[in-house]
């Protein structure tokens, strides 16, 4: 056999020996091959339809160097055969693929049509009734399974034809089944609705193999949706009108006004939507969504509104003796900004507290929460990230969750029943309106990290009257996914909103606080004070940064304060790329801290990156499916890793292909060989990534910075991540430079035009 050179895409042809291991959920499997032309046996991993031993398929793939299994044919697309020749038809019908066939049925058959099995079986089933020991009934069941077998042979082989993969191919026939070929020949981009793995770069491929227009209507109509798709992960909820049909002209190449006619048909469908603000200037600018995301945003603004028209009728203990008993008691004595937030919390249904670090939030909520509790109020405390809700369990002393956990999430369901992985637009929980939350106050913390799809969910799942306390840093990044909720909800000016500036952790002797104070007034902060909790390591050489940060982690700081690197000190960074980028640093720091393990035993590799055992990771997207279980509550198990938890490799086991993480919260999680895609070692993580969590020790390089990041909000949400101590790294000139650049992103949104729009209404109730 000849599979080519390393990295060249080749095609094999020959026999499935035996099945390694087999992932049912999403067709990840790994086989022993044996090649028709009689060479060695290969092993070949990738998604591939069901197969048995014996069966005939075309693995198109290139080979791979595995460290821990040799050689491995790394699949791309997989198309079943039906074998010709006596022999090798015996062996297919008896490879247990048909029902009641053996070797000596498969021999009779194959001994009576010879060369005409595979067309008597295909347009004259009945014929096979005249072997021996083969009813009418057994020769329907053979033909309905060799028709089933026909039909996704020559479905996989369409879309190989069109260099489509394995995994999309099967998709399409899962949802369209023997359909599946005429369907695509229709309209290729219709699969993009109908086929969640399918999306406009694997559809507009298909359409170029077809030859179908690339001016047509379908198109321009796909790629628009694709394009207000994809700028979801810019954060924006919606796109001027204008600037959408100049960018989708300019990206097809093709004139705005065909972009135009087919916006137009798109706004008739439904299938996206128009919202229209008046500028400054008095002119209308109009906004276009996806149908679903403007849903979700008239939803929140009219829920918002609706809670805080709710008037609340408490009776709880003398407010201003509760405040000096809680002083008395817990030993933190509010100051007047702080009591008019708790007071505002319990007075109105609806009250945001905005602040930075050191301001008090926490106290705030820990008073919120005992006042409401002697009212004989339920509260319920949720966060969006798990960390967040962690740290808010321990300030408060009751349980919170994040807020995917607390609305109960679940796969969504195809209406026949068949689970499949959605992307977050189409998750369900089991909270909504049907089913909402049993709390008659909600406290959120982190609120800044709330996207549009998130808060629509939450909101859904609050019963009518039950009041609604937000807290957040306005000033930190916004939420990683689109929307900006904190931001738009302050800028209306139209709900009770108190803002924290007094620091107390001055009062401790830290900078942490100051400094980040400092930070989003536009000042340098304090640094390299004797005795204090803010350093800065200067190095003009952006080379050797990473050496330099690499030391700080592994020897400087944990031989000065006696910590642990691996569990007390986090590097932070504003990029990925480059010398000084997540990337390459957290090579290094695996190397330094974790680059003892040899044992091949206790360590696999996938997509560049060797996993140990020991090493630190992160998820890096949401999957709703994980089972994890408790390690703190026995008999404790749920569904469900999201974006950004991390966690610690316990165990691998390199036999069945699959590792065992301890997450920071105390849940245990085992992942197969497929989904390593959604693991990153986390030595080292970006700002980004960082949002929502606290360490106790923060390293953050600040060399080779790319222009975008280079901002003041980057540098302030990376410095308010430390609990006990900033060390910076780098040349001061960056430090500066994002101190001075207060600029900060544009996201398109409307949540603040929709709430301003209903005002007079609100008014007019309140009146």
């Not at 390393?6 to 992932?23: F, M, P, Q, R």
């Not at 000096?324 to 007047?336: A, I, K, P, Q, T």
């Not at 949720?382 to 321990?394: D, H, I, Q, V």
Request: charged share 25%.
């Amino acid at each position: 056999m000849n599979t080519g050179s390393s990295g060249a895409l080749t095609e094999i042809n020959g026999k499935v020996e035996d099945l390694i291991y087999i992932n049912p959920d999403n067709g990840f499997s790994v086989i022993e091959f044996q090649p028709a032309d009689g060479s060695e046996t290969v092993r070949a991993s990738g998604v591939m339809p069901e197969l048995f031993p014996g069966e005939f398929v075309t693995l198109t793939g290139r080979m791979e160097m595995h460290r821990t299994y040799g050689e491995t044919f790394k699949v791309i697309s997989c198309t079943k055969a039906i074998p010709t020749d006596n022999d090798s038809l015996v062996a297919f019908l008896s490879c247990g693929l048909f029902s009641g066939v053996g070797e000596v049925t498969a021999k009779a058959i194959v001994d009576r049509f010879g060369g005409e099995t595979a067309d008597i079986i295909l347009f004259t089933p009945a014929r096979l009734a005249e072997v021996r020991n083969v009813s009418s009934k057994k020769a329907e069941s053979i033909a309905s399974t060799f028709r089933e077998y026909f039909n996704m042979s020559e479905t996989l082989k369409f879309f190989a034809d069109l260099n489509i993969t394995t995994a999309a191919a099967m998709a399409v026939y899962d949802r369209f089944g023997v359909n599946s070929i005429a369907v695509t020949k229709r309209n290729p981009y219709y699969l993009i609705d109908e086929v969640p793995q399918i999306g406009f770069k694997t559809a507009d491929r298909i359409a170029l193999g077809l030859g179908v227009d690339q001016n047509s209507g379908s198109r321009l109509c796909a790629f628009i949706k694709y394009y207000l798709q994809s700028q979801l992960n810019y954060g924006n909820v919606c796109f001027p009108k204008e600037l959408l049909v100049n960018s989708v002209a300019y990206e097809l190449a093709t004139d705005t006004e065909a972009v135009s006619e087919a916006l137009s048909g798109l706004l008739s469908g439904g299938s996206v939507s128009s919202y229209s603000v008046s500028g400054p200037d008095g002119a209308e600018d109009e906004y276009i969504f996806l149908g679903y995301i403007s849903e979700c945003e008239q939803y929140i603004a009219d829920r918002l509104l609706g809670i805080s028209e709710h008037v609340q009728h408490r009776k709880g203990p003398d407010f201003d003796k509760f405040i000096d008993r809680f002083g008395l008691e817990s030993g933190f004595e509010l100051n007047d900004v702080q009591i008019s937030a708790v007071k505002n919390a319990v007075d109105n249904s609806f009250s945001v507290i905005t602040g930075g670090p050191g301001t008090g939030k926490t106290t705030i909520i820990r008073a919120l929460y005992q006042y409401l509790s002697l009212s004989g109020l339920k509260c319920m405390l949720c966060a969006p990230t798990g960390r967040a809700a962690k740290r808010m369990s321990e300030a408060v002393g009751i349980e919170a969750k994040t807020i995917h956990r607390m609305l109960e999430y679940s796969s969504y369901s195809r209406e026949d029943g068949s689970d499949m992985y959605e992307d977050d637009s189409k998750l369900k929980f089991n909270r909504n309106e049907s089913n909402p939350l049993e709390t008659d106050v909600l406290i959120v913390d982190e609120s800044s990290m709330l996207d549009t799809l998130l808060a629509y969910h939450m909101l859904k799942a609050m019963k009518s009257g039950t009041s609604l306390v937000m807290l957040g840093d306005k000033d930190q990044l916004p939420s990683v996914g689109p929307g900006n909720i904190l931001k738009d909800i302050i800028a209306s000016g139209i709900f009770r909103v108190t803002t924290l500036t007094y620091v107390y952790r001055q009062s401790d002797l830290s900078l942490i606080a100051y400094n980040a104070q400092r930070i989003n007034n536009g000042l340098i902060p304090e640094m390299n004070r004797r005795d204090k909790d803010f350093f800065m390591i200067d190095c003009d050489d952006p080379s050797s940064v990473p050496e330099i940060v690499s030391d700080v982690v592994c020897r400087r700081l944990p031989v000065k304060y006696g910590i642990d690197p691996m569990r007390d000190i986090q590097v932070i960074i504003p990029g990925k790329k480059g010398e000084c980028g997540v990337e390459n640093m957290n090579q290094l720091l695996q190397a330094a801290l974790n680059g003892r393990e040899r044992d091949p035993k206790k360590q696999i590799e996938y997509g560049g990156t060797t996993f140990k055992t020991g090493d630190r990771v992160m998820q890096i997207k949401n999957n709703y499916d994980i089972e994890w279980e408790s390690i703190r509550t026995p008999g404790l198990t749920g569904r469900g890793i999201f974006n950004g938890e991390m966690g610690v490799i316990s165990e691998i086991d390199r036999y069945d292909g699959k590792i065992t993480i301890v997450f920071d919260d105390d849940r245990t999680a085992e992942y197969g060989i497929e989904l390593l895609s959604q693991l990153e070692l986390c030595y080292a993580i970006t700002v980004h990534k960082s949002q929502g969590s606290e360490f106790d020790y923060c390293v953050i390089p600040l060399a080779n910075i790319p222009p975008r990041l280079c901002s003041r909000n980057i540098l302030y949400t990376a410095v308010t991540r430390a609990k006990k101590m900033v060390v910076l790294a780098g040349d001061r000139r960056y430090l500066r430079a994002m101190i001075e650049n207060n600029t900060e992103e544009k996201r398109f949104t409307c949540l603040c035009p929709r709430l301003l729009r209903s005002m007079p209404y609100l008014e007019d109730n309140i009146n």
